[in-house]
């Protein structure tokens, strides 16, 4: 398994509008066989940026928190990847997430998974790491609603990412 990065970019997010727009410019790296994982706290934003991921990726279908279905496979509207959301929060270990069968899917789509790490970094190689926090002392920065402000850093994991610099592509508008 690479655990090799191969760069990174931090994006200060002030609020839930502003980080499903990271999330529709991300989207615009990403492409089939590519796995993401989303880590923050509850209440950080995972599920807005995947959402303006879905938009970006112009899937059908909006894209919510898979909590109690655990996997949501939304089909492509616009001739790209399909997007497999999977919220691994209340999945217990690795063993629960090879039941799962991601590796299915996983060349095909693009595959998302919040509250993954630890669990699903040996689905594949090559990753994109998303860390969104919120910053201490910011203010909002105790409030879980979707306005308070939120640090976002994005790591490519892997021989695919050689070569992107996720600063500037996601500067683009969408």
Not at 45 to 65: E, H, N, P
Not at 100 to 127: I, K
Request: a negative charge; charged letters at 25%; aromatic letters at 2%.
């Amino acid at each position: 398994m690479t655990t090799r990065t191969t760069g990174s970019a931090t994006w200060a997010v002030p609020g839930a509008d502003d980080m499903a727009a990271l999330g529709e410019r991300l989207a615009l790296l990403l492409r089939a066989g590519d796995l993401v994982l989303l880590t923050g706290p509850l209440g950080a934003g995972k599920t807005t940026l995947a959402a303006g991921i879905g938009r970006g990726l112009g899937v059908r279908g909006r894209v919510t928190s898979p909590t109690f279905v655990i996997a949501r496979e939304h089909p492509s509207l616009a001739g790209g990847p399909p997007l497999v959301h999977v919220d691994a929060y209340r999945l217990g270990g690795v063993d629960e997430v090879e039941g799962l069968d991601l590796e299915a899917s996983l060349e095909e789509a693009v595959t998302l998974v919040e509250w993954g790490t630890g669990l699903v970094e040996g689905l594949a190689d090559d990753r994109l790491e998303v860390v969104i926090s919120r910053p201490e002392g910011a203010a909002g920065a105790d409030r879980l609603d979707g306005d308070a402000p939120r640090e976002v850093v994005v790591t490519g994991v892997g021989n695919r990412w050689d070569g992107i610099d996720l600063a500037a592509t996601t500067q683009r508008e969408v």
